[in-house]
């Protein structure tokens, strides 16, 4: 059941050039780790949604945002403060984990940018799931945190600074998965559609992918 909330801003953090993460006071919030809100600014009619970055067991509510260009909503939100207020309507969405996930082989995640918030809500609120995490970033300071164990891969296009040289489509041509293997894909469209044809072309049966695009 969704519900729509005002929630104070505790913290904003600059990650990069143009990603901020904004940490809310909870106020007994309950969600599924993969779910997403939609967000406004109190009496604005402009809404967006984003994907919770947190884990349902942290003591405040995480989103990971990029500022757009053209986008209204995540402008107004980079000028935001602690102490100022927005409203969130949710949880939505069935981009979830399920129980069978936990005794198969270690699932295969796979993000572009701020895609990846899905994914550390996954791991931040089950951290004893296995998982092989692929991140497709421009340079290797773009990686937004610090939490992921070794089994995150870093893959840059424009810099030499993660574990691999190239877009994450490319990592997955060389080093392809068991077809036993459940995939969650989270990015732009381009990505999402050319990993499921790598992924099905690699024997990687259409019904264990699960995607969510992110802008």
Partial sequence: MSVKQTHLIVEKRELSPSVFMLRLEKNGFLFDPGQYVFVSLPCDRHVREYSIFSGNND???????????DGVVSKKLKNLKPGDEIEIEGPFGFFTLNERFFTTPPLLLVATGTGIAPFH???????????????????????????FDNHYVICTSRDNNGNFNGRVTRYQEEHPVSNDHWCYLS?????????????????IPYEHILSETHN
Avoid at 125 to 135: A, G, I, R, V
């Fill in 59 to 69: 003591p405040c509510l995480e989103f990971l945002i990029k500022e757009v260009s």
């Fill in 187 to 203: 990015g732009n469209y381009g990505m999402i559609d050319e990993m499921t044809e790598i992924l099905i072309r690699q024997g």
């Fill in 121 to 147: 809500s996954f791991i931040r609120s089950h951290p004893d799931l296995k998982y092989l995490l692929l991140h497709g970033v421009r340079y290797g300071d773009e990686t937004y945190s610090k939490f």
